[in-house]
Protein backbone atom coordinates (compact mmCIF):
# COMPACT_ATOMS: atom_id res chain seq x y z
CA UNK A 1 0.00 0.00 0.00
CA UNK A 2 3.04 2.26 0.72
CA UNK A 3 4.74 1.79 -2.44
CA UNK A 4 1.40 2.17 -4.54
CA UNK A 5 0.86 5.60 -2.40
CA UNK A 6 4.09 6.68 -3.73
CA UNK A 7 3.31 6.08 -6.97
CA UNK A 8 0.51 7.96 -7.04
CA UNK A 9 2.51 10.51 -5.75
CA UNK A 10 4.78 10.64 -8.23
CA UNK A 11 2.86 10.16 -11.31
CA UNK A 12 0.77 13.20 -9.60
CA UNK A 13 3.78 15.46 -9.36
CA UNK A 14 4.90 14.40 -13.50
CA UNK A 15 1.38 15.19 -14.34
CA UNK A 16 1.69 18.29 -12.81
CA UNK A 17 4.86 19.31 -14.30
CA UNK A 18 3.08 18.47 -17.56
CA UNK A 19 0.25 20.77 -17.24
CA UNK A 20 2.24 23.46 -16.27
CA UNK A 21 4.29 22.90 -19.52
CA UNK A 22 1.58 22.52 -21.79
CA UNK A 23 -1.28 24.32 -20.76
CA UNK A 24 -2.39 27.07 -17.61
CA UNK A 25 -5.88 26.29 -17.67
CA UNK A 26 -5.93 22.54 -17.42
CA UNK A 27 -4.20 22.56 -14.19
CA UNK A 28 -6.86 24.61 -12.86
CA UNK A 29 -9.06 21.78 -13.23
CA UNK A 30 -7.14 19.45 -11.27
CA UNK A 31 -6.37 21.64 -8.11
CA UNK A 32 -7.90 24.82 -6.93
CA UNK A 33 -6.00 27.99 -7.76
CA UNK A 34 -2.68 29.46 -5.60
CA UNK A 35 -5.03 31.85 -3.35
CA UNK A 36 -7.62 29.28 -3.02
CA UNK A 37 -5.46 27.06 -1.91
CA UNK A 38 -3.73 29.31 0.38
CA UNK A 39 -6.84 30.80 2.49
CA UNK A 40 -7.82 26.98 2.44
CA UNK A 41 -4.44 26.75 4.85
CA UNK A 42 -5.82 28.89 6.93
CA UNK A 43 -9.08 27.35 7.94
CA UNK A 44 -7.82 25.48 10.60
CA UNK A 45 -6.22 28.21 12.63
CA UNK A 46 -8.15 31.01 11.45
CA UNK A 47 -11.90 30.23 9.57
CA UNK A 48 -13.46 33.64 10.86
CA UNK A 49 -10.82 35.45 8.73
CA UNK A 50 -10.91 32.88 5.77
CA UNK A 51 -14.83 33.67 5.67
CA UNK A 52 -13.95 37.83 5.49
CA UNK A 53 -11.71 36.94 2.56
CA UNK A 54 -14.33 35.34 1.12
CA UNK A 55 -16.69 38.03 1.59
CA UNK A 56 -14.45 40.75 -0.18
CA UNK A 57 -13.50 39.27 -2.72
CA UNK A 58 -17.01 37.82 -3.78
CA UNK A 59 -17.75 40.23 -6.48
CA UNK A 60 -14.75 39.71 -8.31
CA UNK A 61 -15.21 36.01 -8.19
CA UNK A 62 -18.86 36.13 -9.51
CA UNK A 63 -17.48 37.16 -12.79
CA UNK A 64 -16.49 33.29 -13.57
CA UNK A 65 -18.42 30.57 -12.81
CA UNK A 66 -15.41 28.64 -11.74
CA UNK A 67 -13.86 30.85 -9.13
CA UNK A 68 -17.75 31.45 -8.16
CA UNK A 69 -17.60 27.29 -7.68
CA UNK A 70 -14.44 27.55 -5.66
CA UNK A 71 -15.51 30.56 -3.45
CA UNK A 72 -18.97 28.74 -2.42
CA UNK A 73 -16.50 25.77 -1.84
CA UNK A 74 -14.26 27.58 0.78
CA UNK A 75 -17.61 29.25 2.13
CA UNK A 76 -18.74 25.62 3.10
CA UNK A 77 -15.31 24.28 4.53
CA UNK A 78 -15.27 27.45 6.45
CA UNK A 79 -18.32 27.20 7.49
CA UNK A 80 -18.27 23.09 8.52
CA UNK A 81 -15.03 24.35 10.96
CA UNK A 82 -17.38 26.83 12.42
CA UNK A 83 -20.42 24.61 13.06
CA UNK A 84 -22.63 26.54 10.75
CA UNK A 85 -24.21 23.29 8.89
CA UNK A 86 -26.90 25.36 7.34
CA UNK A 87 -24.92 27.86 5.64
CA UNK A 88 -21.93 25.00 4.72
CA UNK A 89 -24.81 22.65 2.69
CA UNK A 90 -26.25 26.27 0.98
CA UNK A 91 -23.06 27.04 0.13
CA UNK A 92 -22.01 23.33 -1.16
CA UNK A 93 -24.96 23.45 -3.97
CA UNK A 94 -24.20 27.21 -4.96
CA UNK A 95 -21.05 25.51 -6.21
CA UNK A 96 -22.43 22.71 -7.90
CA UNK A 97 -24.82 24.90 -9.88
CA UNK A 98 -21.74 26.76 -10.88
CA UNK A 99 -19.44 24.31 -12.23
CA UNK A 100 -20.16 22.01 -15.13
CA UNK A 101 -19.20 18.34 -13.98
CA UNK A 102 -18.68 17.59 -17.74
CA UNK A 103 -16.18 20.23 -18.26
CA UNK A 104 -14.44 20.58 -14.57
CA UNK A 105 -15.18 16.83 -12.97
CA UNK A 106 -12.30 17.13 -10.24
CA UNK A 107 -13.85 20.65 -8.38
CA UNK A 108 -17.35 18.78 -8.98
CA UNK A 109 -16.52 16.11 -6.72
CA UNK A 110 -14.29 17.83 -4.32
CA UNK A 111 -17.58 20.38 -3.48
CA UNK A 112 -19.40 16.88 -3.20
CA UNK A 113 -17.52 15.89 -0.36
CA UNK A 114 -18.11 19.36 1.19
CA UNK A 115 -22.03 18.53 0.69
CA UNK A 116 -21.38 15.29 2.07
CA UNK A 117 -19.65 16.67 5.35
CA UNK A 118 -22.82 18.87 5.43
CA UNK A 119 -25.42 16.72 4.97
CA UNK A 120 -23.81 14.48 8.13
CA UNK A 121 -23.93 18.05 10.18
CA UNK A 122 -27.62 18.26 9.63
CA UNK A 123 -28.37 15.27 10.32
CA UNK A 124 -29.38 13.58 7.02
CA UNK A 125 -26.70 10.44 6.07
CA UNK A 126 -29.44 8.85 4.16
CA UNK A 127 -29.08 11.55 1.70
CA UNK A 128 -25.09 11.90 2.08
CA UNK A 129 -24.12 8.54 1.58
CA UNK A 130 -25.22 7.94 -2.27
CA UNK A 131 -23.26 11.06 -2.91
CA UNK A 132 -20.20 9.82 -0.97
CA UNK A 133 -20.37 6.73 -3.08
CA UNK A 134 -20.22 8.28 -6.03
CA UNK A 135 -16.99 10.54 -5.78
CA UNK A 136 -15.18 6.96 -4.27
CA UNK A 137 -15.70 5.48 -7.13
CA UNK A 138 -14.67 8.54 -9.35
CA UNK A 139 -11.21 8.91 -6.83
CA UNK A 140 -10.67 5.03 -7.35
CA UNK A 141 -11.05 5.38 -10.94
CA UNK A 142 -8.76 8.06 -11.39
CA UNK A 143 -6.43 7.04 -8.51
CA UNK A 144 -6.66 10.27 -7.19
CA UNK A 145 -5.43 9.39 -3.68
CA UNK A 146 -5.87 12.83 -1.83
CA UNK A 147 -9.59 12.83 -3.29
CA UNK A 148 -10.11 9.28 -2.53
CA UNK A 149 -8.99 9.93 1.23
CA UNK A 150 -11.38 12.71 1.71
CA UNK A 151 -14.24 10.35 0.35
CA UNK A 152 -13.22 7.61 2.54
CA UNK A 153 -13.50 9.75 5.83
CA UNK A 154 -16.82 11.78 4.91
CA UNK A 155 -18.55 8.18 4.09
CA UNK A 156 -16.86 6.74 7.35
CA UNK A 157 -18.29 9.63 9.55
CA UNK A 158 -21.92 9.03 7.79
CA UNK A 159 -21.92 5.37 8.59
CA UNK A 160 -21.02 6.17 12.00
CA UNK A 161 -24.11 8.47 12.25
CA UNK A 162 -26.18 5.58 10.59
CA UNK A 163 -24.54 3.30 13.73
CA UNK A 164 -22.72 0.99 11.10
CA UNK A 165 -19.85 1.48 13.39
CA UNK A 166 -17.47 -1.66 11.76
CA UNK A 167 -18.19 -0.02 8.62
CA UNK A 168 -17.21 3.69 9.21
CA UNK A 169 -13.77 2.04 10.92
CA UNK A 170 -12.93 -0.24 7.87
CA UNK A 171 -13.43 3.68 5.69
CA UNK A 172 -11.37 5.43 8.23
CA UNK A 173 -8.19 2.27 8.72
CA UNK A 174 -7.80 2.47 4.43
CA UNK A 175 -7.36 5.78 5.07
CA UNK A 176 -5.12 5.98 7.77
CA UNK A 177 -2.85 3.76 5.68
CA UNK A 178 -3.39 5.98 2.56
CA UNK A 179 -1.63 8.60 4.31
CA UNK A 180 1.72 9.80 5.27
CA UNK A 181 2.29 9.67 9.43
CA UNK A 182 3.65 13.90 9.31
CA UNK A 183 2.91 16.20 6.29
CA UNK A 184 0.84 16.14 2.88
CA UNK A 185 -2.87 17.42 2.36
CA UNK A 186 -4.01 14.89 4.98
CA UNK A 187 -2.14 12.71 7.48
CA UNK A 188 -2.64 10.39 9.94
CA UNK A 189 -3.19 12.36 12.93
CA UNK A 190 -6.33 13.47 11.03
CA UNK A 191 -7.36 10.42 10.32
CA UNK A 192 -6.43 9.37 14.14
CA UNK A 193 -9.17 11.79 15.62
CA UNK A 194 -11.77 10.41 12.93
CA UNK A 195 -11.11 6.64 14.19
CA UNK A 196 -11.62 7.86 17.75
CA UNK A 197 -15.00 9.35 17.60
CA UNK A 198 -16.23 5.65 16.43
CA UNK A 199 -14.56 4.71 19.64
CA UNK A 200 -16.58 7.47 21.28
CA UNK A 201 -19.83 6.69 19.61
CA UNK A 202 -19.64 2.69 20.97
CA UNK A 203 -19.00 4.02 24.65
CA UNK A 204 -15.17 2.54 24.23
CA UNK A 205 -13.67 5.47 25.55
CA UNK A 206 -10.68 3.35 26.53
CA UNK A 207 -10.00 2.69 23.09
CA UNK A 208 -10.77 6.59 21.62
CA UNK A 209 -8.01 7.95 24.09
CA UNK A 210 -4.45 6.79 22.27
CA UNK A 211 -5.90 8.05 19.33
CA UNK A 212 -7.25 11.73 20.35
CA UNK A 213 -3.66 11.89 22.16
CA UNK A 214 -2.39 11.77 18.63
CA UNK A 215 -4.03 13.96 17.01
CA UNK A 216 -3.85 16.58 19.87
CA UNK A 217 0.01 16.22 20.15
CA UNK A 218 0.55 16.72 16.14
CA UNK A 219 -1.95 19.89 15.41
CA UNK A 220 -0.10 21.30 19.18
CA UNK A 221 2.84 20.60 17.39
CA UNK A 222 2.05 22.10 14.19
CA UNK A 223 0.04 25.05 16.11
CA UNK A 224 -3.31 24.06 14.12
CA UNK A 225 -5.79 25.65 17.24
CA UNK A 226 -8.40 24.62 15.29
CA UNK A 227 -8.11 20.93 14.97
CA UNK A 228 -6.42 20.77 18.21
CA UNK A 229 -9.59 22.11 20.39
CA UNK A 230 -11.64 19.96 18.44
CA UNK A 231 -9.18 16.97 19.54
CA UNK A 232 -8.85 17.76 23.05
CA UNK A 233 -12.71 18.46 23.32
CA UNK A 234 -12.86 14.97 22.20
CA UNK A 235 -10.28 13.50 24.65
CA UNK A 236 -11.51 15.65 27.23
CA UNK A 237 -14.82 14.07 26.73
CA UNK A 238 -13.28 10.21 27.06
CA UNK A 239 -11.58 11.37 30.08
CA UNK A 240 -14.75 12.37 31.82
CA UNK A 241 -16.31 9.01 31.07
CA UNK A 242 -13.58 7.36 32.33
CA UNK A 243 -13.36 9.29 35.81
CA UNK A 244 -10.65 11.37 35.14
CA UNK A 245 -12.00 14.52 35.96
CA UNK A 246 -9.68 16.94 36.73
CA UNK A 247 -7.76 16.11 33.62
CA UNK A 248 -10.81 15.87 31.64
CA UNK A 249 -12.05 19.38 32.60
CA UNK A 250 -7.74 20.97 32.08
CA UNK A 251 -8.48 19.59 28.50
CA UNK A 252 -11.66 21.01 27.85
CA UNK A 253 -11.09 24.46 29.39
CA UNK A 254 -7.97 24.49 26.73
CA UNK A 255 -10.50 23.35 24.00
CA UNK A 256 -12.95 26.56 24.52
CA UNK A 257 -9.90 28.34 24.74
CA UNK A 258 -7.99 27.76 21.47
CA UNK A 259 -12.11 28.01 19.77
CA UNK A 260 -12.68 31.05 20.93
CA UNK A 261 -9.26 32.40 20.04
CA UNK A 262 -9.88 31.29 16.29
CA UNK A 263 -13.52 32.66 17.07
CA UNK A 264 -14.75 29.19 17.11
CA UNK A 265 -17.61 30.01 18.80
CA UNK A 266 -19.58 27.12 18.19
CA UNK A 267 -16.61 24.74 19.11
CA UNK A 268 -16.24 27.04 22.56
CA UNK A 269 -19.97 26.28 23.34
CA UNK A 270 -19.66 22.47 22.78
CA UNK A 271 -16.67 22.41 25.48
CA UNK A 272 -18.73 24.95 27.61
CA UNK A 273 -21.69 22.23 27.85
CA UNK A 274 -19.32 19.92 29.19
CA UNK A 275 -17.59 22.18 31.84
CA UNK A 276 -21.01 22.95 32.50
CA UNK A 277 -22.35 19.61 33.47
CA UNK A 278 -19.02 19.26 35.71
CA UNK A 279 -19.60 22.38 37.74
CA UNK A 280 -23.27 21.33 38.58
CA UNK A 281 -21.78 17.83 39.50
CA UNK A 282 -19.34 20.15 41.76
CA UNK A 283 -22.23 22.48 43.67
CA UNK A 284 -21.36 25.50 41.38
CA UNK A 285 -25.14 25.42 40.05
CA UNK A 286 -24.89 29.61 39.04
CA UNK A 287 -21.82 28.56 37.53
CA UNK A 288 -23.33 26.32 35.44
CA UNK A 289 -26.49 27.84 34.45
CA UNK A 290 -24.29 31.09 33.40
CA UNK A 291 -22.19 28.61 31.18
CA UNK A 292 -25.25 26.78 29.66
CA UNK A 293 -27.38 29.71 29.06
CA UNK A 294 -23.96 31.11 26.87
CA UNK A 295 -24.23 28.25 25.05
CA UNK A 296 -27.62 28.55 24.27
CA UNK A 297 -27.22 32.14 22.60
CA UNK A 298 -24.54 30.64 20.52
CA UNK A 299 -26.36 26.96 19.32
CA UNK A 300 -29.65 29.71 18.75
CA UNK A 301 -27.18 32.00 16.40
CA UNK A 302 -26.25 28.88 14.38
CA UNK A 303 -29.37 27.11 14.70
CA UNK A 304 -28.15 23.96 16.21
CA UNK A 305 -31.28 21.73 16.66
CA UNK A 306 -29.70 19.22 18.44
CA UNK A 307 -27.64 20.74 21.00
CA UNK A 308 -30.53 22.85 21.44
CA UNK A 309 -32.54 20.35 22.68
CA UNK A 310 -29.80 19.26 24.96
CA UNK A 311 -28.96 22.67 26.25
CA UNK A 312 -32.74 23.26 27.17
CA UNK A 313 -33.45 19.95 28.84
CA UNK A 314 -29.82 20.36 31.30
CA UNK A 315 -31.23 23.76 32.21
CA UNK A 316 -34.88 22.25 32.83
CA UNK A 317 -33.30 19.76 35.16
CA UNK A 318 -31.39 21.95 37.05
CA UNK A 319 -34.21 24.54 38.11
CA UNK A 320 -36.42 21.21 39.10
CA UNK A 321 -33.71 20.33 41.48
CA UNK A 322 -33.22 23.89 42.50
CA UNK A 323 -37.61 24.03 43.20
CA UNK A 324 -37.61 26.65 40.72
CA UNK A 325 -40.80 25.23 38.66
CA UNK A 326 -41.94 27.60 36.71
CA UNK A 327 -38.30 28.04 34.69
CA UNK A 328 -37.86 24.14 34.50
CA UNK A 329 -41.26 23.88 32.84
CA UNK A 330 -40.69 27.05 30.58
CA UNK A 331 -37.13 25.58 29.60
CA UNK A 332 -39.01 21.80 29.11
CA UNK A 333 -41.11 23.46 26.68
CA UNK A 334 -38.13 24.97 24.79
CA UNK A 335 -36.48 22.02 24.33
CA UNK A 336 -39.64 19.79 23.46
CA UNK A 337 -39.66 22.29 20.40
CA UNK A 338 -36.30 20.88 19.27
CA UNK A 339 -37.39 17.93 19.69
CA UNK A 340 -37.76 15.21 16.32
CA UNK A 341 -39.53 11.91 17.92
CA UNK A 342 -39.18 9.50 14.81
CA UNK A 343 -35.15 10.77 14.49
CA UNK A 344 -34.60 11.35 18.43
CA UNK A 345 -36.21 8.20 20.17
CA UNK A 346 -33.96 8.12 23.24
CA UNK A 347 -34.86 11.96 23.52
CA UNK A 348 -38.17 11.64 23.42
CA UNK A 349 -38.80 9.44 26.25
CA UNK A 350 -36.27 11.67 28.74
CA UNK A 351 -38.29 14.97 27.99
CA UNK A 352 -41.74 12.71 28.62
CA UNK A 353 -39.47 11.54 32.01
CA UNK A 354 -38.72 15.06 32.54
CA UNK A 355 -42.29 16.51 31.85
CA UNK A 356 -43.74 13.48 34.60
CA UNK A 357 -41.34 14.99 37.17
CA UNK A 358 -42.47 18.60 36.56
CA UNK A 359 -45.97 17.52 36.57
CA UNK A 360 -45.41 15.50 39.90
CA UNK A 361 -43.38 18.89 41.50
CA UNK A 362 -46.84 20.71 40.57
CA UNK A 363 -48.97 18.06 42.67
CA UNK A 364 -50.86 16.84 39.41
CA UNK A 365 -50.13 13.39 40.59
CA UNK A 366 -52.55 11.67 37.79
CA UNK A 367 -51.19 12.98 34.84
CA UNK A 368 -47.54 12.49 35.86
CA UNK A 369 -48.34 8.84 36.21
CA UNK A 370 -50.48 8.97 32.99
CA UNK A 371 -47.18 10.61 31.21
CA UNK A 372 -44.88 8.04 33.08
CA UNK A 373 -46.94 5.43 31.35
CA UNK A 374 -46.31 6.30 28.46
CA UNK A 375 -42.81 6.07 28.83
CA UNK A 376 -42.74 2.53 30.18
CA UNK A 377 -44.41 1.37 27.23
CA UNK A 378 -41.82 3.54 24.59
CA UNK A 379 -38.62 1.69 26.98
CA UNK A 380 -40.35 -1.40 26.32
CA UNK A 381 -40.23 -0.95 22.34
CA UNK A 382 -36.90 0.55 21.98
CA UNK A 383 -35.88 -2.80 24.85
CA UNK A 384 -37.82 -5.25 22.30
CA UNK A 385 -36.11 -4.11 19.45
CA UNK A 386 -32.45 -3.69 20.52
CA UNK A 387 -32.88 -7.29 22.11
CA UNK A 388 -34.39 -9.03 18.53
CA UNK A 389 -31.58 -6.68 17.19
CA UNK A 390 -28.87 -8.80 19.37
CA UNK A 391 -30.83 -12.01 18.76
CA UNK A 392 -30.38 -12.24 15.35
CA UNK A 393 -26.86 -11.07 15.35
CA UNK A 394 -26.01 -14.37 17.39
CA UNK A 395 -27.86 -16.28 15.05
CA UNK A 396 -25.91 -14.76 11.94
CA UNK A 397 -23.02 -16.28 14.01
CA UNK A 398 -24.59 -19.69 14.75
CA UNK A 399 -25.37 -19.79 11.48
CA UNK A 400 -22.28 -19.11 10.21
CA UNK A 401 -20.08 -21.51 12.38
CA UNK A 402 -22.43 -24.64 11.52
CA UNK A 403 -21.45 -23.56 7.92
CA UNK A 404 -18.18 -23.45 8.44
CA UNK A 405 -18.17 -27.09 10.18
CA UNK A 406 -20.57 -28.64 7.53
CA UNK A 407 -17.75 -26.56 4.72
CA UNK A 408 -15.30 -28.63 7.26
CA UNK A 409 -17.15 -31.97 6.80
CA UNK A 410 -17.43 -32.01 2.96
CA UNK A 411 -13.65 -31.01 2.54
CA UNK A 412 -13.01 -34.00 4.66
CA UNK A 413 -15.09 -36.76 2.72
CA UNK A 414 -13.33 -35.17 -0.67
CA UNK A 415 -10.13 -35.66 0.67
CA UNK A 416 -11.09 -39.31 1.63
CA UNK A 417 -12.46 -39.63 -1.75
CA UNK A 418 -8.91 -38.94 -3.54
CA UNK A 419 -6.95 -41.00 -1.34
CA UNK A 420 -9.48 -43.77 -2.22
CA UNK A 421 -8.68 -43.11 -6.18
CA UNK A 422 -5.49 -42.88 -5.86
CA UNK A 423 -5.26 -46.04 -3.90
CA UNK A 424 -7.01 -48.51 -5.82
CA UNK A 425 -4.10 -51.05 -5.85
CA UNK A 426 -4.09 -51.49 -2.15
CA UNK A 427 -7.98 -52.51 -1.48
CA UNK A 428 -6.76 -54.18 1.72
CA UNK A 429 -5.32 -50.66 3.00
CA UNK A 430 -8.37 -49.04 1.53
CA UNK A 431 -10.60 -50.49 2.75
CA UNK A 432 -9.14 -49.50 6.36
CA UNK A 433 -8.77 -46.16 5.83
CA UNK A 434 -12.51 -46.32 4.68
CA UNK A 435 -12.88 -47.56 8.45
CA UNK A 436 -11.38 -45.43 10.14
CA UNK A 437 -12.41 -42.47 8.09
CA UNK A 438 -16.19 -43.40 8.29
CA UNK A 439 -15.23 -43.65 12.45
CA UNK A 440 -13.62 -40.45 12.20
CA UNK A 441 -16.62 -38.92 10.30
CA UNK A 442 -19.12 -40.21 12.87
CA UNK A 443 -17.37 -38.49 15.76
CA UNK A 444 -16.95 -35.91 13.96
CA UNK A 445 -20.62 -35.27 13.45
CA UNK A 446 -21.22 -36.36 16.93
CA UNK A 447 -19.22 -33.60 17.78
CA UNK A 448 -20.61 -30.95 15.68
CA UNK A 449 -24.16 -32.04 17.22
CA UNK A 450 -23.11 -31.94 20.64
CA UNK A 451 -21.57 -28.38 19.59
CA UNK A 452 -24.67 -27.23 17.92
CA UNK A 453 -27.47 -28.08 20.84
CA UNK A 454 -24.73 -26.51 23.60
CA UNK A 455 -24.59 -23.03 21.34
CA UNK A 456 -28.38 -23.44 21.07
CA UNK A 457 -28.90 -23.81 24.64
CA UNK A 458 -26.03 -21.00 25.72
CA UNK A 459 -28.05 -18.85 23.13
CA UNK A 460 -31.13 -19.24 24.76
CA UNK A 461 -29.71 -18.65 28.29
CA UNK A 462 -28.55 -15.62 26.30
CA UNK A 463 -31.66 -14.38 24.88
CA UNK A 464 -33.55 -14.64 28.41
CA UNK A 465 -30.81 -13.14 30.93
CA UNK A 466 -29.53 -9.99 31.34
CA UNK A 467 -25.75 -10.48 30.17
CA UNK A 468 -24.02 -8.05 33.26
CA UNK A 469 -26.16 -9.38 35.95
CA UNK A 470 -27.01 -13.36 35.01
CA UNK A 471 -30.72 -11.90 36.16
CA UNK A 472 -33.90 -12.89 33.60
CA UNK A 473 -33.96 -9.95 31.57
CA UNK A 474 -37.11 -7.92 30.79
CA UNK A 475 -39.01 -10.52 28.40
CA UNK A 476 -38.48 -13.78 30.36
CA UNK A 477 -39.37 -12.35 33.58
CA UNK A 478 -42.76 -11.68 32.15
CA UNK A 479 -42.97 -15.17 30.28
CA UNK A 480 -42.38 -16.57 33.80
CA UNK A 481 -44.83 -14.56 35.48
CA UNK A 482 -47.77 -15.90 32.77
CA UNK A 483 -46.73 -19.26 33.55
CA UNK A 484 -46.91 -18.74 37.09
CA UNK A 485 -50.04 -17.28 36.84
CA UNK A 486 -51.68 -19.90 34.34
CA UNK A 487 -49.85 -23.03 36.96
CA UNK A 488 -51.98 -20.71 39.74
CA UNK A 489 -55.06 -20.89 37.55
CA UNK A 490 -54.56 -17.44 37.02
CA UNK A 491 -54.52 -16.50 40.44
CA UNK A 492 -53.24 -13.05 42.15
CA UNK A 493 -49.97 -12.82 42.75
CA UNK A 494 -47.55 -9.92 44.21
CA UNK A 495 -45.79 -7.52 42.26
CA UNK A 496 -42.75 -4.97 42.96
CA UNK A 497 -40.81 -2.75 41.31
CA UNK A 498 -37.44 -1.67 42.74
CA UNK A 499 -35.08 1.10 41.30
CA UNK A 500 -31.36 2.04 42.86
CA UNK A 501 -31.23 5.51 44.44
CA UNK A 502 -29.15 7.70 43.01
CA UNK A 503 -27.43 5.28 40.33
CA UNK A 504 -27.02 8.32 37.58
CA UNK A 505 -24.83 10.27 40.36
CA UNK A 506 -22.81 6.72 41.09
CA UNK A 507 -22.11 6.39 36.93
CA UNK A 508 -21.51 10.05 36.82
CA UNK A 509 -19.73 10.43 39.85
CA UNK A 510 -17.70 7.28 39.87
CA UNK A 511 -17.51 6.08 36.82
CA UNK A 512 -19.71 3.38 34.78
CA UNK A 513 -17.16 0.29 36.17
CA UNK A 514 -18.43 1.11 39.26
CA UNK A 515 -22.15 1.34 38.46
CA UNK A 516 -21.80 -2.17 36.82
CA UNK A 517 -20.36 -3.23 40.02
CA UNK A 518 -23.11 -1.62 42.02
CA UNK A 519 -25.68 -3.71 39.76
CA UNK A 520 -23.44 -7.22 39.94
CA UNK A 521 -23.77 -7.09 43.53
CA UNK A 522 -27.60 -5.84 44.31
CA UNK A 523 -28.15 -8.35 41.75
CA UNK A 524 -26.39 -11.30 43.60
CA UNK A 525 -27.33 -10.40 46.76
CA UNK A 526 -31.08 -9.61 45.90
CA UNK A 527 -31.25 -13.72 44.06
CA UNK A 528 -29.90 -14.88 47.59
CA UNK A 529 -32.33 -12.93 49.64
CA UNK A 530 -35.72 -14.59 47.97
CA UNK A 531 -36.39 -18.41 47.71
CA UNK A 532 -36.47 -20.17 44.20
CA UNK A 533 -40.22 -19.75 44.12
CA UNK A 534 -39.90 -16.14 43.62
CA UNK A 535 -39.53 -14.54 40.36
CA UNK A 536 -36.57 -11.84 39.78
CA UNK A 537 -35.00 -10.00 37.19
CA UNK A 538 -33.48 -7.16 36.10
CA UNK A 539 -36.34 -4.80 34.17
CA UNK A 540 -34.21 -2.15 32.75
CA UNK A 541 -31.45 -0.05 33.39
CA UNK A 542 -31.44 0.11 37.27
CA UNK A 543 -34.73 -1.32 37.45
CA UNK A 544 -35.37 -4.69 39.00
CA UNK A 545 -38.94 -6.59 39.47
CA UNK A 546 -40.06 -9.12 41.90
CA UNK A 547 -42.82 -12.08 41.68
CA UNK A 548 -44.21 -13.73 44.62
CA UNK A 549 -47.54 -16.25 44.55
CA UNK A 550 -47.28 -15.92 48.59
CA UNK A 551 -47.97 -14.17 51.35
CA UNK A 552 -49.78 -10.60 51.76
CA UNK A 553 -48.18 -7.27 50.53
CA UNK A 554 -47.25 -6.31 54.32
CA UNK A 555 -45.14 -9.48 54.67
CA UNK A 556 -43.32 -8.53 50.90
CA UNK A 557 -42.94 -5.13 52.47
CA UNK A 558 -41.18 -6.49 55.40
CA UNK A 559 -38.73 -8.75 53.68
CA UNK A 560 -37.98 -5.87 51.16
CA UNK A 561 -37.21 -4.04 54.30
CA UNK A 562 -34.98 -6.93 55.48
CA UNK A 563 -33.50 -7.02 52.09
CA UNK A 564 -32.79 -3.00 52.05
CA UNK A 565 -30.80 -3.42 55.78
CA UNK A 566 -28.60 -6.07 54.47
CA UNK A 567 -27.42 -3.91 51.43
CA UNK A 568 -25.82 -1.49 53.68
CA UNK A 569 -23.18 -4.11 55.38
CA UNK A 570 -23.37 -6.20 51.85
CA UNK A 571 -22.47 -4.09 49.21
CA UNK A 572 -18.68 -3.44 48.98
CA UNK A 573 -16.76 -1.55 46.82
CA UNK A 574 -12.94 -1.96 47.52
CA UNK A 575 -11.54 1.49 46.89
CA UNK A 576 -15.05 3.34 48.17
CA UNK A 577 -15.66 2.26 51.20
CA UNK A 578 -17.73 4.91 52.03
CA UNK A 579 -20.31 4.58 49.21
CA UNK A 580 -24.21 3.67 50.63
CA UNK A 581 -26.68 1.96 48.16
CA UNK A 582 -30.04 2.11 48.86
CA UNK A 583 -33.28 1.56 46.57
CA UNK A 584 -36.77 2.71 46.48
CA UNK A 585 -39.57 -0.25 45.54
CA UNK A 586 -43.10 -0.45 45.27
CA UNK A 587 -45.84 -2.45 45.62
CA UNK A 588 -48.84 -3.85 43.75
CA UNK A 589 -51.34 -6.97 43.57
CA UNK A 590 -51.77 -8.95 40.13
CA UNK A 591 -55.28 -10.40 39.75
CA UNK A 592 -54.32 -12.12 36.94
CA UNK A 593 -52.54 -12.26 33.13
CA UNK A 594 -55.07 -9.76 31.87
CA UNK A 595 -54.19 -7.67 34.84
CA UNK A 596 -50.36 -7.89 34.78
CA UNK A 597 -49.81 -4.83 32.43
CA UNK A 598 -51.58 -2.94 34.86
CA UNK A 599 -50.42 -4.20 37.98
CA UNK A 600 -46.98 -3.87 36.59
CA UNK A 601 -47.74 -0.11 36.32
CA UNK A 602 -49.36 0.69 39.12
CA UNK A 603 -46.14 -1.26 41.29
CA UNK A 604 -44.05 1.42 39.06
CA UNK A 605 -46.51 3.99 40.24
CA UNK A 606 -45.71 3.48 44.00
CA UNK A 607 -41.72 3.27 43.31
CA UNK A 608 -42.15 6.35 41.35
CA UNK A 609 -44.18 7.82 44.62
CA UNK A 610 -41.25 6.47 46.88
CA UNK A 611 -38.93 8.35 44.73
CA UNK A 612 -40.87 11.72 45.25
CA UNK A 613 -41.60 10.97 48.90
CA UNK A 614 -37.58 11.34 49.52
CA UNK A 615 -36.26 7.39 48.05
CA UNK A 616 -35.24 4.61 50.48
CA UNK A 617 -38.43 3.56 51.51
CA UNK A 618 -41.11 0.93 49.86
CA UNK A 619 -44.75 1.87 49.43
CA UNK A 620 -47.48 0.26 48.53
CA UNK A 621 -49.95 1.09 45.91
CA UNK A 622 -53.09 0.70 47.70
CA UNK A 623 -51.27 3.53 49.95
CA UNK A 624 -51.16 6.47 47.29
CA UNK A 625 -55.10 5.45 46.20
CA UNK A 626 -56.14 5.90 49.58
Known sequence: MHQWFLQVKSQFHQSLILCLLLCGSVLAQKQLDTRYLEWEKKLNSSPDEVLQILDRSLPQAQNNNYQLAQHHYLYSQAYIALTYPDKALTHAELGLKAIDKQQFPWLYHKIQIAKVIALDYVGDPQQALPIANQVLTWARQKKDLWLLVEALSARGHIYNAMSLSVNALNDFQEAYQLVPKHGGEINQADIAADIALVYEYRSEDELSVPFFKEAVDYHRENNSFLELSVALYGLGRANK???????????????????RKVKDYQGEAYALKELAGMAYKQGKTEEAIQMLKTTHQTFTTSNNKFMLLDTNYSLSRIYLSEGKIKLAEQFWLQAKKYLDPEAMPLQSIGIDEL?????ASKGEY???YNKLLETVSKKQKIYTESSIKKLNQFRTQFDLNNKEKENAVLQHENEMQAHRLADQATERQLTNWL????????????????????NRLKFEYMAQHDAL????????CIKQIKQQLEIHHNNSLLLAMLDLDHFKHINDH????????????FSRIFLSHFDQNVITGRFGGEEFLLAMSYGDQHQLKRSLEQFKESLLERIN????????????????RCRGINDLDKAIHRADMAMYSAKANGRNQIILHREITQ
Open 510 to 521: YGHAVGDEVLIQ
Open 435 to 454: IIASFTSTLLLAFIVLRSRK
Open 469 to 476: TNMSNRSY
Open 355 to 359: QAKIL
Open 241 to 259: NLGNLDLSQQQLEESARLA
Open 366 to 368: EAA
Open 573 to 588: IAHIPDLKVTFSAGIS
